[in-house]
């Protein structure tokens, strides 16, 4: 059985003071947002009046850095803040573009958070923490990957989860005694 969750969030939204960006790149820039988020998902955390347990943690995704970049520089390109793209495109659809599928997995989930005019790693993820629905997607356990892109201004963290069948199911595929049959 096949599962689809679409995960949407608040916005969280802050004017830019003029002040220096303080925002690594690179390799950097990836492990201080596992480090950051990771730490929290090991502890547990209370997202606005509910408690979310301790999760595993998440790894690095590419193709979602990837979703997560071209939706970010789409927003400030085109002047907006939203999870929906101008051109109708939702999470889903920008994910899935940038190559994170679900075909061949049992389970299969996205979620996305996006933020504008924080200036440094620390200042947009203790807000997206400090923020309920941003907080139960980054302690959201069927959430396994992320990818997190920062463009001018816009901030955008793309989430992904997706399940293999097991070795047995795998088989049963394979020789045509079980099929998939996708569901939305």
């Given at each position: 059985?096949?599962?689809?969750?679409?995960?949407?969030?608040?916005?969280?939204?802050?004017?830019?003071t003029g002040a220096k960006q303080d925002i690594p790149s690179g390799n950097k820039f990836k492990k201080?947002?596992?480090?950051?988020?990771?730490?929290?998902?090991?502890?547990?955390?209370?997202?606005?009046?509910?408690?979310?347990?301790?999760?595993?943690?998440?790894?690095?995704?590419?193709?979602?850095?990837?979703?997560?970049?071209?939706?970010?520089?789409?927003?400030?390109?085109?002047?907006?803040?939203?999870?929906?793209?101008?051109?109708?495109?939702?999470?889903?659809?920008?994910?899935?573009?940038?190559?994170?599928?679900?075909?061949?997995?049992?389970?299969?989930?996205?979620?996305?958070?996006?933020?504008?005019?924080?200036?440094?790693?620390?200042?947009?993820?203790?807000?997206?923490?400090?923020?309920?629905?941003?907080?139960?997607?980054?302690?959201?356990?069927?959430?396994?990957?992320?990818?997190?892109?920062?463009?001018?201004?816009?901030?955008?963290?793309?989430?992904?989860?997706?399940?293999?069948?097991?070795?047995?199911v795998k088989k049963l595929i394979k020789s045509g005694k079980a099929r998939i049959i996708e569901r939305?």
């Amino acid at each position: 059985m096949r599962f689809l969750i679409l995960t949407l969030s608040v916005f969280l939204f802050s004017v830019s003071t003029g002040a220096k960006q303080d925002i690594p790149s690179g390799n950097k820039f990836k492990k201080e947002f596992l480090e950051r988020i990771n730490k929290v998902r090991q502890k547990g955390c209370n997202c606005g009046r509910q408690y979310m347990k301790p999760a595993p943690p998440l790894v690095w995704n590419e193709q979602l850095e990837d979703a997560a970049m071209g939706h970010a520089k789409d927003m400030y390109k085109k002047s907006y803040f939203s999870h929906d793209s101008k051109d109708g495109r939702k999470i889903v659809d920008r994910i899935e573009a940038a190559g994170y599928g679900r075909k061949g997995f049992r389970t299969y989930q996205v979620g996305e958070n996006i933020a504008q005019g924080q200036l440094s790693i620390e200042e947009v993820t203790d807000g997206w923490f400090k923020s309920e629905g941003h907080c139960y997607n980054l302690m959201q356990p069927g959430f396994k990957e992320i990818g997190v892109a920062w463009y001018n201004t816009y901030w955008v963290q793309d989430f992904g989860g997706r399940e293999e069948f097991s070795d047995e199911v795998k088989k049963l595929i394979k020789s045509g005694k079980a099929r998939i049959i996708e569901r939305e």
